[in-house]
């Protein structure tokens, strides 16, 4: 059965650092694209990172751009998504997410067959 377990979410003032952690179990972790998304109180679920299978592609949302770094460690089965330069509209419970077998890196959300429970990030204005 496939598990993604989100961590590193908190409270944080503007301006600092926080890095996600998304541990994968349940599949063959190398060979499926993984992403980042976020849901902000009110709104909608929307794209924040995306990364291939190895990593060479990535994509970010505009919003996130120079500021969000997503990687992964294939030896761990570990996707992280690094955040610099907090903003309060970084506020939102933020989700990993597994793409298909062997397929391409995708900001598509419906593209994603499995998602962890969400790790909350939460930046006072």
């Known amino acids: 059965q496939v598990q993604l377990v989100e961590s590193g979410g908190g409270s944080v003032q503007a301006g600092v650092s926080l890095r996600l952690s998304c541990a994968v179990s349940?599949?063959?972790?190398?060979?499926?694209?993984m992403g980042w998304f976020r849901q902000a109180p009110g709104k909608e679920r929307e794209f924040v990172a995306a990364i291939s299978r190895g990593g060479s592609v990535t994509n970010y949302a505009a919003s996130v751009k120079d500021r969000f770094t997503i990687s992964r460690d294939d030896t761990k089965n570990t996707m992280y998504l690094q955040m610099n330069s907090l903003r309060p509209e970084d506020t939102a419970v933020y989700y990993c997410?597994?793409?298909?077998?062997?397929?391409?890196?995708?900001?598509?959300?419906?593209?994603?067959?499995?998602w962890g429970q969400g790790t909350q990030v939460t930046v006072p204005s």
């Open positions: 349940g599949r063959t972790f190398k060979n499926y694209p």
């Open positions: 997410a597994l793409g298909g077998l062997f397929a391409g890196v995708t900001l598509n959300q419906g593209s994603y067959n499995f």
